[in-house]
């Protein structure tokens, strides 16, 4: 299963932006997932679940997960179109000849986490 590894990836770096900053648990991740990476979000979902499942730094914890619609530019006329993943021309002149500009995304936009003794600082941290 294609999500599996990609959840168990986002979990691994998550979980170590979240311990490097000194968190106790972690309460949610949000991921921008471009629909060109052939995820599906409800599996995502799914995966998630099941490997928060067991593992007490995760429990009780929320996934929210942005999905990017693909977006490419026509290298015959420069027209720039939003598409979906099986129709790839560019619907100003037909052409096939085009480049992905977005869609391929898979990153960690934030996560939430408990912080000991200072509930203030419990909120959205970049991961990065
Ligand atoms: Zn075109």
Request: glycine fraction near 8%.
């Amino acid at each position: 299963m294609h999500e599996l590894g990609i959840m168990t990836g986002v979990m691994a770096s998550a979980r170590e932006a979240a311990e490097g900053a000194g968190a106790e648990r972690l309460l949610g991740v949000t991921l921008s997932v471009g629909e060109m990476t052939e995820a599906i979000e409800d599996a995502l979902h799914f995966a998630f679940e099941a490997l928060c499942e067991g593992d007490s730094y995760f429990e009780g914890a929320q996934l929210t997960v942005n999905m990017i619609a693909p977006k490419s530019r026509c290298l015959e006329c420069g027209n720039e179109f939003q598409h979906d993943r099986f129709h790839l021309f560019c619907p100003a002149c037909d052409s096939f000849a085009t480049e992905l500009i977005c869609g391929r995304e898979l990153q960690i936009d934030s996560i939430e986490v408990d912080l000991p003794d200072d509930e203030e600082e419990s909120g959205a941290c970049p991961s990065t």
